[in-house]
Protein backbone atom coordinates (compact mmCIF):
# COMPACT_ATOMS: atom_id res chain seq x y z
CA UNK A 1 0.00 0.00 0.00
CA UNK A 2 1.12 3.30 -0.78
CA UNK A 3 0.07 7.07 0.46
CA UNK A 4 0.96 10.56 -1.46
CA UNK A 5 0.14 13.33 -0.17
CA UNK A 6 0.58 16.50 -2.85
CA UNK A 7 0.88 20.28 -1.91
CA UNK A 8 2.04 23.59 -3.02
CA UNK A 9 -0.80 24.49 -5.27
CA UNK A 10 -2.47 27.71 -4.72
CA UNK A 11 -3.02 30.66 -6.57
CA UNK A 12 -0.53 32.90 -9.00
CA UNK A 13 -0.61 35.36 -11.75
CA UNK A 14 0.25 34.30 -14.99
CA UNK A 15 3.82 33.84 -15.87
CA UNK A 16 4.91 32.81 -12.31
CA UNK A 17 5.92 29.98 -10.61
CA UNK A 18 4.85 26.99 -8.17
CA UNK A 19 6.77 23.78 -7.13
CA UNK A 20 4.41 21.11 -5.93
CA UNK A 21 5.48 17.95 -3.54
CA UNK A 22 4.36 14.67 -3.52
CA UNK A 23 4.87 12.84 -0.12
CA UNK A 24 5.15 9.06 -0.85
CA UNK A 25 4.95 6.42 1.94
CA UNK A 26 4.23 2.89 2.61
CA UNK A 27 6.34 0.34 4.14
CA UNK A 28 8.37 -0.87 1.53
CA UNK A 29 8.15 2.13 -0.43
CA UNK A 30 11.11 2.79 -2.65
CA UNK A 31 11.00 5.90 -5.15
CA UNK A 32 13.77 4.29 -7.35
CA UNK A 33 11.48 1.16 -7.74
CA UNK A 34 8.49 2.99 -9.02
CA UNK A 35 7.66 5.03 -11.96
CA UNK A 36 6.26 8.41 -10.57
CA UNK A 37 4.26 11.21 -12.22
CA UNK A 38 2.38 14.00 -12.29
CA UNK A 39 -1.29 14.21 -13.75
CA UNK A 40 -3.60 17.22 -14.25
CA UNK A 41 -7.19 17.68 -14.54
CA UNK A 42 -9.37 20.90 -15.71
CA UNK A 43 -12.99 21.47 -15.54
CA UNK A 44 -14.83 19.42 -18.10
CA UNK A 45 -11.42 18.17 -19.54
CA UNK A 46 -9.94 14.33 -19.02
CA UNK A 47 -7.42 13.95 -16.65
CA UNK A 48 -3.89 14.74 -18.74
CA UNK A 49 -0.62 13.70 -18.25
CA UNK A 50 2.02 16.16 -17.23
CA UNK A 51 5.46 14.73 -16.46
CA UNK A 52 6.94 11.67 -14.91
CA UNK A 53 10.24 9.91 -14.09
CA UNK A 54 10.97 6.26 -14.79
CA UNK A 55 11.70 3.94 -12.43
CA UNK A 56 15.78 2.53 -12.46
CA UNK A 57 17.38 5.26 -14.52
CA UNK A 58 15.33 7.91 -13.56
CA UNK A 59 14.68 8.99 -17.18
CA UNK A 60 11.89 11.82 -17.25
CA UNK A 61 9.12 12.73 -19.86
CA UNK A 62 6.99 15.68 -20.19
CA UNK A 63 3.91 16.43 -21.89
CA UNK A 64 4.70 18.50 -25.18
CA UNK A 65 2.88 21.71 -23.62
CA UNK A 66 4.83 22.02 -20.48
CA UNK A 67 8.09 20.96 -21.88
CA UNK A 68 10.49 23.91 -21.13
CA UNK A 69 8.34 25.27 -18.29
CA UNK A 70 8.34 22.39 -16.05
CA UNK A 71 10.80 20.45 -14.25
CA UNK A 72 10.01 17.24 -12.64
CA UNK A 73 12.38 15.50 -10.22
CA UNK A 74 12.56 13.38 -7.32
CA UNK A 75 14.19 13.06 -3.57
CA UNK A 76 14.86 9.28 -3.28
CA UNK A 77 16.16 9.42 0.37
CA UNK A 78 12.74 12.23 1.61
CA UNK A 79 10.26 10.13 -0.65
CA UNK A 80 9.59 13.28 -2.16
CA UNK A 81 8.16 13.93 -6.26
CA UNK A 82 8.30 17.77 -6.80
CA UNK A 83 6.65 19.34 -10.11
CA UNK A 84 8.45 22.78 -10.37
CA UNK A 85 6.05 24.75 -12.51
CA UNK A 86 7.46 27.88 -14.16
CA UNK A 87 5.73 30.55 -17.11
CA UNK A 88 2.52 29.39 -15.71
CA UNK A 89 -0.17 29.97 -18.42
CA UNK A 90 -3.67 30.15 -17.76
CA UNK A 91 -4.26 27.32 -19.36
CA UNK A 92 -2.60 25.30 -16.79
CA UNK A 93 -5.07 25.79 -14.22
CA UNK A 94 -5.75 22.28 -13.21
CA UNK A 95 -6.56 20.13 -9.76
CA UNK A 96 -2.94 18.53 -10.22
CA UNK A 97 -2.42 14.99 -8.97
CA UNK A 98 0.48 12.72 -8.51
CA UNK A 99 0.63 9.34 -9.05
CA UNK A 100 3.15 5.66 -8.96
CA UNK A 101 3.05 2.89 -11.04
CA UNK A 102 4.92 -0.61 -11.05
CA UNK A 103 3.73 -1.29 -14.58
CA UNK A 104 6.48 -1.84 -17.40
CA UNK A 105 4.27 -2.56 -19.87
CA UNK A 106 1.97 0.37 -19.93
CA UNK A 107 3.22 3.79 -21.80
CA UNK A 108 4.34 6.03 -19.12
CA UNK A 109 2.29 8.79 -20.20
CA UNK A 110 -0.77 6.69 -19.81
CA UNK A 111 -3.00 7.15 -16.55
CA UNK A 112 -4.09 3.55 -16.77
CA UNK A 113 -0.56 2.89 -15.72
CA UNK A 114 -0.56 4.18 -12.68
CA UNK A 115 -1.60 2.05 -9.50
CA UNK A 116 -1.70 4.57 -6.45
CA UNK A 117 -2.90 8.67 -6.50
CA UNK A 118 -2.92 11.69 -4.35
CA UNK A 119 -5.79 13.63 -3.52
CA UNK A 120 -4.66 16.06 -5.66
CA UNK A 121 -4.03 19.89 -5.07
CA UNK A 122 -5.81 22.41 -6.99
CA UNK A 123 -3.67 25.13 -9.05
CA UNK A 124 -4.80 28.55 -10.09
CA UNK A 125 -4.10 31.21 -12.60
CA UNK A 126 -5.33 34.95 -12.49
CA UNK A 127 -4.68 37.03 -15.30
Known amino acids: QVQLIESGGGMVQAGGSLRLSCAAS??????????MGWFRQAPGKEREFVAA????????YYAHSVEGRFTVSRDDAKKILYLQMDALRPDDAAVYFC??????????????????WGQGTQVTISP
Open 26 to 35: GPTFDPRDWR
Open 99 to 116: AVSSSVVIQIQNPRAYSY
Open 53 to 60: ISRGDGNR
